[in-house]
């Protein structure tokens, strides 16, 4: 039936910069509502950033808002996280999601990528 796919993880400085993709099947794209999350060790699964349909709603969590920019590109069927500045405490493992309405709950978000670490050094 398919699946999300995240890539663009990777080991990365304090004040560094990673950019995530998420590559899913069109006929689950089309039409979704995008999510990034992500899960440090011995933490819960934490909003990160949403996007709309369109693109022209975009939500994120304070402890990344001014930082990292969520973007999509429904040609392509993938969705972006565009990480700057990253501190130590963005070391997680980073997951994308997708769901029928803009919200900050994975509880609202059915499908579900692998995840992929993201590990920031001071």
């Known amino acids: 039936q398919g699946q999300l796919v995240e890539s663009g993880g990777g080991y990365v400085q304090a004040g560094g910069s990673l950019r995530l993709s998420c590559a899913a099947p069109g006929r689950m794209f089309g039409s979704y509502v995008m999510g990034w999350f992500r899960q440090a060790p011995g933490k819960e699964r934490e909003f990160v950033a949403v996007?709309?349909?369109?693109?022209?709603?975009?939500t994120y969590a304070e402890s990344v808002k001014g930082r990292f920019t969520i973007s999509r590109d429904n040609a392509k069927n993938t969705v972006y996280l565009q990480m700057n500045s990253l501190k130590p405490e963005d070391t997680a493992v980073y997951y994308c999601?997708?769901?029928?309405?803009?919200?900050?709950?994975?509880?609202?978000?059915?499908?579900w990528g692998q995840g992929t670490q993201v590990t920031v050094s001071s």
């Open positions: 996007i709309s349909w369109t693109g022209n709603t975009r």
């Open positions: 999601a997708a769901g029928n309405f803009i919200g900050d709950s994975p509880n609202q978000f059915g499908y």
